[in-house]
């Protein structure tokens, strides 16, 4: 369990994410995470990196029980700097990244797809940003990658989740197949991808992140600054808190005290 990597010789690297039963990471899987990534970018003989996971969905995010059952900051700090380095690992790695997602993307892994250079997914994945039902902001910056400014807005204030077909009708999903396909489709991109010159296309991710309109990478961690912010205030821990008891989403404070 935890983060792997493994080569073919043809060129891809696949990373698989591996922590059962629903791949909600724990702080210290973040970084791992992070440093699988860029390792598989400095090595000269990656041309392409599958992200991919096993078990029953993509991402759930960080663990919120590591972080409830944990005294003090030391937890949050360290989820959101955990975050922010595998989220820019994706985005930073010398070579395209191609995520394949399956079943569930939530909170964290909108991040990791945000950044990625392509996007599979399966038929049944569904893509979600429940910040603000967990006491937290962070990754509209990488929503607003996958949907129209308009919709981010929507999705982010409501927790709504939106499907891979409707995302790839906005065209940040490039395919959607069955999930039992849905390796061997991040395989037929990631090919296509390896059998280019290594050399140019690791300039052409250089080049294309530096005519990226948004400084992604910045941008989330001013994001998470309202985090912060609102952990002072013992905001988030009365949400996290009722998530873990309950599995659901604190109810509006205002209704509930009156």
């Not at 990754?139 to 939106?162: C, E, G, K, N």
Request: hydrophobic share 40%; proline share 3%.
């Amino acid at each position: 369990m935890g983060i792997s990597t493994s080569s073919d010789g043809t060129g891809i690297t696949t990373v698989t994410i591996d922590y059962a039963p629903v791949n909600a990471i724990p702080s210290q899987g973040w970084f791992d995470l992070a440093d699988a990534i860029l390792a598989a970018g400095r090595d000269l003989n990656t041309h392409v990196v599958i992200l991919r996971a096993e078990g029953r969905g993509f991402n759930a995010g960080v663990d919120i029980k590591e972080m409830q059952a944990t005294d003090g900051y030391d937890a949050l700090v360290a989820a959101n700097r955990g975050c922010a380095a595998a989220f820019a690992a994706v985005y930073d790695c010398a070579v395209p990244v191609v995520v394949a997602v399956n079943g569930f993307c939530v909170g964290g892994g909108i991040g990791l797809v945000g950044n990625a250079d392509v996007i599979v997914a399966s038929d049944d994945a569904i893509f979600s940003l429940p910040e603000v039902d967990r006491g937290a902001l962070g990754a509209a910056t990488h929503l607003a990658r996958l949907v129209p400014q308009h919709m981010m807005r929507t999705l982010y204030y409501t927790a709504q989740s939106v499907d891979a077909h409707t995302l790839k009708q906005f065209g940040s999903v490039y395919d959607v197949v069955p999930r039992e396909k849905l390796d061997d489709c991040a395989r037929e991109i990631a090919a296509k991808i390896a059998a280019k010159d290594t050399r140019i296309i690791r300039c052409a991710k250089e080049a294309i992140n530096g005519i990226d309109p948004v400084d992604v990478k910045s941008s989330y961690r001013l994001e998470q600054g309202y985090t912060f912010e609102l952990n002072l205030l013992g905001v988030s821990d009365e949400h996290r808190d009722e998530f873990v008891a309950t599995g659901k989403p604190r109810e509006n404070a205002t209704q509930k005290e009156g």
